[in-house]
C-alpha cells in the first residue's frame, strides 16, 4: 500500500488455499501525529500550593490510542488514556492534573 491517508479504510487480503482463492478483511489503521503538545506554564508557587496542569495535545487521531503522562522528573503524576473514544477523525485533548508544589521543585 503506499500513500493511504483515510484513517479508517476497509481493506481485504486475498490468498490461494490449495487452489481455493479467499478473502479476508484486514485493519489498518493510519496514525496522525500531534500537530503541537503544549504543556501550559505553571505560575511560581510556594510550597504546598496547588495549581492545575494543563496539557494540551493539537489535532491527533485516532484518539483511541493516545496516552498522555504527566510526569515531575521520573516521577509519574498522572497517566490519562482515551480507550473509550471511538472517534477517527483528528481531535483537540486537554489533560489536567491538580498539583502540589513541594520544596525542591523548581521550573
Same mark, same amino acid.
Given at each position: 500500500?503506499?500513500?493511504?491517508? &483515510?484513517?479508517?479504510?476497509?481493506?481485504?487480503?486475498?490468498?490461494?488455499? +490449495?487452489?481455493?482463492?479467499? !478473502?479476508?478483511?484486514?485493519?489498518?489503521?493510519?496514525?496522525?501525529?500531534?500537530?503541537?503538545?503544549?504543556?501550559?506554564? &505553571?505560575? !511560581?508557587?510556594?510550597?504546598?500550593?496547588?495549581?492545575?496542569?494543563?496539557? *494540551?495535545?493539537?489535532?491527533? &487521531?485516532?484518539?483511541?490510542?493516545?496516552?498522555?503522562?504527566?510526569?515531575?522528573?521520573?516521577?509519574?503524576? +498522572?497517566?490519562?488514556?482515551?480507550?473509550? +473514544?471511538? !472517534?477517527?477523525?483528528?481531535?483537540?485533548?486537554?489533560?489536567?492534573? *491538580?498539583?502540589?508544589?513541594? *520544596?525542591?521543585? +523548581?521550573?
Amino acid at each position: 500500500l503506499l500513500n493511504v491517508t &483515510a484513517l479508517n479504510s476497509s481493506n481485504y487480503v486475498f490468498y490461494d488455499c +490449495h487452489g481455493d482463492r479467499k !478473502q479476508r478483511p484486514i485493519t489498518i489503521v493510519v496514525y496522525r501525529a500531534p500537530e503541537e503538545v503544549t504543556l501550559e506554564p &505553571a505560575p !511560581q508557587l510556594a510550597a504546598g500550593e496547588s495549581h492545575e496542569l494543563v496539557c *494540551r495535545v493539537a489535532e491527533v &487521531a485516532p484518539i483511541w490510542n493516545l496516552t498522555v503522562t504527566l510526569r515531575r522528573g521520573d516521577e509519574v503524576l +498522572h497517566v490519562e488514556t482515551f480507550k473509550g +473514544h471511538g !472517534q477517527d477523525k483528528p481531535e483537540p485533548v486537554r489533560v489536567t492534573h *491538580r498539583l502540589t508544589a513541594q *520544596r525542591g521543585d +523548581h521550573g
